[in-house]
């Protein structure tokens, strides 16, 4: 059974940084694909990151480009999203999944275990 828990949502204003953890357990990093999804409210789930299962590949949403990392960490299980430069258009539910694809999918269909979700807000 793969369980994902996020850690690392909060308050944070605007120009301001958050690092988000997805601690994994039922299976190894490196065995699958691994991303990090959003959802603001009133609106539909949004992909973020993601980063293949060798951890060559990421890919990103073009509104988080050049603000946002995701990597992980093989040795403890767990992968991350940096973020900074956040804006309030970054307030959402984020969640963390994991794919059995190989490569870096930005489809919510190819992710088959999701987390419960951390809360991130920003402020203008």
């Avoid at 980063?51 to 403890?76: P, Q």
């Avoid at 694809?101 to 088959?112: D, E, Q, T």
Wanted: proline share 3%; aromatic share 12%; hydrophobic share 35%.
């Amino acid at each position: 059974q793969v369980q994902l828990v996020e850690s690392g949502g909060g308050m944070a204003q605007a120009g301001g940084s958050l690092r988000l953890a997805c601690a994994v357990s039922g299976r190894t990093i490196s065995s699958n694909a691994w991303g990090w999804f959003r959802q603001a409210p009133g609106k539909e789930r949004e992909f973020v990151a993601a980063i293949s299962r060798d951890g060559t590949i990421t890919n990103y949403t073009d509104s988080v480009k050049g603000r946002f990392t995701i990597s992980r960490d093989n040795a403890n299980d767990q992968f991350y999203l940096q973020m900074h430069g956040l804006t309030p258009e970054d307030t959402a539910w984020y969640f963390c999944a994991c794919s059995p694809r190989g490569i870096a999918p930005n489809y919510g269909l190819y992710y088959s275990y999701w987390g419960q979700g951390t809360q991130v807000t920003v402020s203008s």
